[in-house]
């Protein structure tokens, strides 16, 4: 596609239940981020998908959040047992091979846990 | 660890006013540094992407400057818009860890 697209844009969620955030890609795009945005503050890394090499996990905050990507098509982000505290933008990029390239992001999926 | 530091974080000029944001890191081992910038309730908008072999890039009234060693890069703009009111975010890419690591960013407001 043109651009990355992520989908739901904005999710409320009761406490308690799961919810999947989805991320297309820019076609042809081997690396994938999700980050975390909370209300007023930065961007908190989540994980990163580099084409068929193990992702990087080390940002995902605990044990209920987890992500899985097929190749290098579309990524789902899985959080279980949602908390208020997982309300934030979430925000999905990806860039292609090699070092120098650039990212690019989606407008992020609002998740609100009430 | 990768830290990445913006200054100031937030800023409010006239109209017209030339300006610098700035950005600093503590790990000079790094690929490439990008900025964004954020509108309200928007995704990032990629502005310039510099590598680590490059000093500046440029693009319109933007101009980004980068020095490694020293850790800091700085974003120009000239002629300053109030359609540039936005929070700048910088990133680099480490040669350890790939995943881009972020700023808490600079809100700048330009006032008509």
């Known amino acids: 596609g043109a651009g990355v697209s992520q989908s739901p844009s904005n999710k409320v969620t009761e406490k308690g239940k799961d919810v999947e955030l989805r991320c297309d890609p820019i076609?042809?795009?081997?690396?994938l981020y999700w980050y975390r945005q909370r209300l007023g503050q930065g961007l908190e890394f989540l994980i990163y998908?580099?084409?068929?090499?193990?992702?990087?996990k080390s940002g995902l905050p605990s044990d209920r959040f987890s992500a899985e990507r097929t190749g290098e098509s579309v990524s789902t982000l899985t959080i279980q047992r949602t908390q208020q505290e997982d309300s934030a933008v979430y925000l999905c990029a990806s860039s292609s091979l090699g070092r120098d390239t650039e990212a690019f992001f989606g407008q992020g999926t609002r998740l609100t846990v009430v | 660890k990768q830290e990445v530091t913006q200054i100031p974080a937030a800023l409010s000029v006239p109209e017209g006013e030339n300006l610098v944001l700035n950005c600093s890191f503590t790990?000079?081992?790094?690929?490439?540094l990008q900025w964004f910038r954020q509108d309200p309730g928007k995704g990032l908008t990629s502005l310039l992407l510099i590598q680590s072999s490059q000093r500046e890039q440029t693009s319109g009234r933007l101009n980004a400057s980068l020095d490694k060693s020293s850790g800091r890069s700085t974003l120009y703009i000239a002629a300053s818009q109030p359609g540039d009111s936005a929070t700048y975010l910088c990133?680099?890419?480490?040669?350890?860890?790939?995943?881009?690591?972020f700023g808490s960013g600079t809100r700048l407001q330009v006032q008509p």
């Open positions: 990133a680099v890419r480490g040669t350890g860890r790939r995943a881009l690591t």
């Open positions: 076609s042809g795009h081997t690396a």
């Open positions: 790990d000079s081992a790094i690929y490439n």
């Open positions: 998908f580099q084409g068929n090499s193990a992702p990087d």
